[in-house]
Nanobody
Framework: QVQLVESGGGLVQAGESLRLSCAASGSIRSINVMGWYRQAPGKQRERVATITSGGSTNYADSVKGRFTISSDNAKNTVYLQMNSLKPEDTAVYRC??????????????WGQGSQVAVSS
């Protein structure tokens, strides 16, 4: 069984920073991609940022230049450093991982979600 455990959400004022963490654990053979998605009330789910095991990153245009995704492959952990936060960044952020298990089953896994609230 594979689980993703998130931490680091909270309430901040505009212009401040937060750092989200997501650690994968369980019967993991390899992780191809890890990333962060978010969904705000009344909006569709948005892919915020992803990072491959080789370190290649992709960002949504709305966060490019403000957010940085990174990973610690030895810990099966991905981070999202969020700087210059704006009220429109308010959303539930969920961690995602594309994982191949010990049994060679490859599928995506989701964290429970962390609330990020940015006040003006």
């Amino acid at each position: 069984q594979v689980q993703l455990v998130e931490s680091g959400g909270g309430l901040v004022q505009a212009g401040e920073s937060l750092r989200l963490s997501c650690a994968a654990s369980g019967s993991i053979r390899s992780i191809n991609v890890m990333g962060w998605y978010r969904q705000a009330p009344g909006k569709q789910r948005e892919r915020v940022a992803t990072i491959t095991s080789g370190g290649s990153t992709n960002y949504a245009d709305s966060v490019k230049g403000r957010f940085t995704i990174s990973s610690d492959n030895a810990k099966n952990t991905v981070y999202l450093q969020m700087n210059s936060l704006k009220p429109e960044d308010t959303a539930v952020y969920r961690c995602y991982a594309d994982i191949t298990s010990w049994s060679y089953s490859r599928r995506g896994y989701w964290g429970q979600g962390s609330q990020v609230a940015v006040s003006s």
